[in-house]
């Protein structure tokens, strides 16, 4: 079994920082990549950044120059950087990981974690 596990989210003024944290654990042979994706209440979820591979990124165009996603590989952690937070960033916060267990070897499974609330309100 793997699990993910969010951490980090809040209530955080407009301009103002939050740092999110992704746990992956259990029987994780390989992680090909770490991401986070949100969805606002009465919307789509969405994807907001990635990490393929070693260092490759991808953000979306809502949060680029404001939100930095990256990896500890050794730990098998993500985190993504919010800076310069918007009312419009408020939303439950998702990680998502593409990876190859023991139960899936040598296929890779698509996990999410369960989910952190980031509000941004003044």
């Known amino acids: 079994q793997v699990q993910l596990v969010e951490s980090g989210g809040g209530l955080v003024q407009p301009g103002g920082s939050l740092r999110l944290s992704c746990a992956a654990s259990?029987?994780?042979?390989?992680?090909?990549?770490m991401g986070w994706y949100r969805q606002a209440p009465g919307k789509q979820r969405e994807s907001v950044a990635t990490?393929?591979?070693?260092?490759?990124?991808v953000y979306s165009d809502s949060v680029k120059g404001r939100f930095t996603i990256s990896r500890d590989y050794g730990k098998n952690m993500a985190y993504l950087q919010m800076n310069s937070l918007k009312p419009e960033d408020t939303a439950v916060y998702y990680c998502?990981?593409?990876?190859?267990?023991?139960?899936?070897?040598?296929?890779?499974?698509?996990?999410w974690g369960q989910g952190t609330q980031v509000t941004v309100s003044s």
């Open positions: 998502n990981a593409e990876i190859v267990d023991r139960s899936s070897w040598p296929a890779a499974s698509d996990y």
């Open positions: 259990g029987r994780i042979i390989s992680i090909n990549t």
């Open positions: 990490v393929v591979g070693s260092s490759n990124t």
